[in-house]
């Protein structure tokens, strides 16, 4: 078995015939394959459209975060939770902010922050949530409290208490 790479049959013939092999391969298996890929692709775009459209029409504030040109280059707690908070309808009477110094353990630079809203509806409260996970992914949550509003009937009010750390 050693002696076969010593044989001059294996470079002037096995190696040119499998070289040629390959774009036949690819013409023959490949192509189909990637021409179907792009067909169901298209086809996946043709269903999804209506609903993006949907989408932007009931929620037309999306689209402000897809300018990547718009966002500051650092991220700050104050600015980041007024502008989703205003998004949102949330008033700054609602809500409290306080923020550590940007603190570095093991060469990954991180802030933390305490974030405190007052007699917000559940589904604001979500929304809020959820935008500020969808805008900054670096963004996580390390304790999150909600505490319903007692001894008022009919009432969908939430206290809530949000612990944030940002990872640059």
């Known amino acids: 078995m050693r002696n076969i790479y ?3 049959i294996l470079y002037y013939i096995a190696v040119p015939v499998i070289v040629g092999l390959w774009p036949l391969l690819v ?19 043709k ?3 209506p609903t993006m459209m949907e989408i ?16 500051a280059a650092e991220f700050t707690y104050g600015e980041a939770i007024d502008r989703i908070a205003s998004l949102c309808r949330i008033p700054p009477s609602k809500y ?11 060469g990954q630079k ?20 959820s935008m500020m996970q969808l805008r900054w992914p670096n963004l996580q949550c390390e304790r999150l409290k ?4 007692q001894n008022l009937p009919d009432n969908d009010m939430w206290d809530v208490d949000i612990e944030l750390k940002y990872y640059y």
């Open 47 to 49: 269903l999804a459209e």
């Open 110 to 129: 991180s802030q933390s922050a305490s974030v405190d809203l007052k007699d917000v509806d559940i589904r604001k409260f979500a929304r809020f949530f």
């Open 56 to 71: 932007l029409t009931l929620e037309p504030d999306r689209l402000e975060f897809a300018d990547a040109n718009e966002t």
């Open 6 to 8: 010593k044989n001059p």
């Open 146 to 149: 909600l505490s319903k509003k």
């Open 96 to 106: 409290n902010l306080s923020s550590a110094m940007v603190m570095t353990t093991r």
């Open 27 to 45: 013409w023959a298996i490949y192509l189909p394959n990637a021409q179907k890929d792009v067909e169901e692709q298209m086809e996946q775009y």
